[in-house]
């Protein structure tokens, strides 16, 4: 059964460094969302993209946060400045149409030292 | 009067028992309600959907019901089994492909 893929599975990076996720969506999907957990907390949308651009996004996605489709098999998360509070895991999800449920990846875990 | 099942953030029960998880969702213009199984380091899973237009739906094992009335969503897993144990998350959408808002997740234990 198809997958979304993410990578890596476990960044650890300085405060104030940028961090790039990464996400392969399933190949036919046209939909695509990032969300973040928060360790033991439950599950917050960040962004949604369609047609290579932004569709909604969240009062979390403020300007430290960038989404980019750079080919057409990687969906990209950028986190700049990151700070101690963006510890968390972060997932990709994707969806085929509209009329079916959103598919997530297993996460990368965000560790800000 | 009917009850409202609580939330409850964890469930225990002994294998081959049946499980009810329950939701009480927030926005009354949502349309479409999903339950997501989420394992230790692992993402969430597609476990049942259903939109509003029914107040329930059956899959292998698994049932949704949904109460509009009192915006409740709940799951129920019958012959609850050892692989069963998760945590489970409700999900609701008020638009087509739009962004997904969750409930508090409930940990479900099974024991054998």
């Known amino acids: 059964e198809p997958e979304v893929t993410q990578t890596p599975s476990h960044q650890v990076t300085q405060m104030g460094q940028e961090v790039i996720l990464r996400c392969v969506p399933i190949?036919?999907?046209?939909?695509f969302y990032w969300y973040r957990q928060i360790l033991g907390q439950k599950v917050e949308f960040l962004v949604s993209f369609y047609n290579n651009e932004i569709s909604e996004k969240s009062e979390i996605f403020d300007d430290q946060f960038s989404v980019e489709r750079p080919d057409g098999s990687n969906f990209t998360l950028k986190i700049r400045s990151t700070k101690l509070e963006d510890s968390a895991m972060y997932f990709c999800?994707?969806?085929?149409?509209?009329?079916?449920?959103?598919?997530f990846g297993d996460g990368t875990r965000l560790s800000i030292l | 009067g009917e009850s409202v099942g609580l939330h409850l953030p964890t469930l225990s029960v002994q294998e081959g028992d049946n499980s009810i998880i329950n939701c009480a969702y927030s926005?009354?213009?949502?349309?479409?309600f999903i339950w997501y199984k989420q394992e230790s380091g692992k993402g969430p899973q597609f476990i049942i959907d259903?939109?509003?237009?029914?107040d329930k739906r059956q899959g292998q094992r698994v049932t949704v019901l949904l109460n509009k009335t009192v915006k409740h969503l709940s799951l129920q897993i019958a012959a609850t089994q050892p692989g069963d144990s998760a945590v489970y998350f409700c999900a609701e959408t008020s638009g087509a492909g739009t962004a997904l808002i969750f409930g508090k997740g409930t940990t479900l234990s099974v024991s054998s």
């Open positions: 999800a994707s969806l085929q149409d509209l009329n079916q449920p959103q598919h």
């Open positions: 926005n009354s213009a949502s349309d479409y």
């Open positions: 190949s036919n999907h046209l939909y």
């Open positions: 259903i939109r509003s237009n029914m």
